[in-house]
């Protein structure tokens, strides 16, 4: 059965790569063993990661995720490649659908098709990494001749990250692991039957197939503004379709509904004072350090494995908001 424990995302919210080496060496050392990194709009997922595996390879990385769109099946197979290189078994590559915005608006790819583009871009992986020769004509990619010099010698796992019902029984099934976020953990019990459904199809073990969770750890003193900028968040998330039509499958679309009709209408303030308390409070990890962790058991007790928290502050200062990351870095660092 995979271990319960908890990770960190890389990069460290507002602190330079360059900076990064000494916190990863703090973080190996503080009992964390898993850094996951992200990637919106900040830094590329696979950078820190090659970074850190050459900092801490004792450490495992993954990233969570990158997208299906943006980087051509060869591309994304050579990147994972060479990192994996670097610390061999030591890396999980990350696959998602990304969002319209991350695919369509900044990267100018058609966002269509979306399942199924996973599901040919897993096929053709997987192959490419087992030194085939791909030759694939799909509903959304042909490849044609493409065979990579250096193959990984280990295997490399694929998780495939998953929000509602269909797309959580496809990485149970298809995936090696599944990634998911932006829930709170009174919804983990859903999410966790709909994956485990998909895993025992795929003639798999649910009790050793892994579940990771990025949650966010919310750093700053409770206040107005605090309080605004957090309601901002769950508007600009939670009317992502994607994001909206996952909490309506977990049973949250009645109070919802009316941050969603504000927003369509587009009264932006209006949806943020529609913001419902329980999403705040599901979602957003905050107070004691010894709350933070109660909030954190919630998703181990329903059934994620890895927690891999983002640390967040609004501090304008640097040095303050770096201080602050690195203070609950410590306080919620493996017991």
């Keep these: 059965m995979p271990e319960k424990r908890p990770a960190i995302t890389l990069p460290i919210e507002g602190v ?33 990661l090659a970074q850190a595996a050459m900092v801490v390879p004792e450490m495992r990385i993954g990233i969570a995720i990158a997208n299906v769109f943006s980087r051509g099946p060869a591309t994304l197979a050579m990147q994972a490649c060479a990192v994996n290189e670097l610390n061999p078994g030591k890396f999980t590559l990350g696959i998602g659908m990304g969002s319209p915005a991350t695919v369509e608006a900044w990267n100018g790819v058609p966002y269509r098709n979306l399942k199924k583009r996973m599901e040919e871009y897993l096929e053709i992986l997987r192959r490419a990494f087992a030194g ?40 149970g099934e298809k995936g090696d692991g599944m990634i998911t ?72 679309g009645e109070e919802l509904q009316p941050m969603w009709d504000a927003w369509a209408a587009g009264d932006r303030k209006a949806a943020v004072a529609a913001v419902p308390q329980s999403i705040l409070d599901g979602v957003f990890i905050r107070g004691t350090v010894e709350e933070r962790r109660a909030h954190v058991q919630r998703y181990y007790d329903g059934g994620i494995d890895v927690a891999v928290y983002y640390f967040v502050s609004n501090n304008p200062d640097p040095a303050a908001r770096k201080a602050l990351i690195l203070q609950a870095m410590r306080d919620m660092a493996p017991r």
Excluded: C
């Design 132 to 171: 085939e020769r791909v030759d694939f004509e799909g509903e959304t990619v042909t490849i044609k001749g493409l065979r990579l010099e250096r193959p990984p010698e280990n295997e490399i796992p694929i998780y495939v990250a998953a929000l509602r019902e269909k797309m959580l029984h496809f990485a």
């Design 181 to 252: 976020n932006w829930f709170g953990p009174e919804g983990v019990p859903q999410v966790i039957n709909a994956l485990h459904g998909g895993v025992r199809a795929g003639g798999k073990d649910p009790a050793s197939y892994e579940s990771v969770a990025r949650v966010m750890v919310i750093l700053d003193e409770p206040s107005e503004a605090q309080e605004t900028f957090l309601r901002r968040t769950v508007t600009s998330y939670l009317n992502v379709p994607a994001y909206a039509n996952f909490h309506r499958w977990l049973g949250a």
């Design 16 to 48: 330079p790569l360059s900076e990064h080496p000494d916190i990863l060496r703090e973080a190996r050392d503080l009992g964390y063993r898993d850094l996951w990194s992200m990637e919106i709009v900040g830094v590329d997922g696979f950078t820190p």
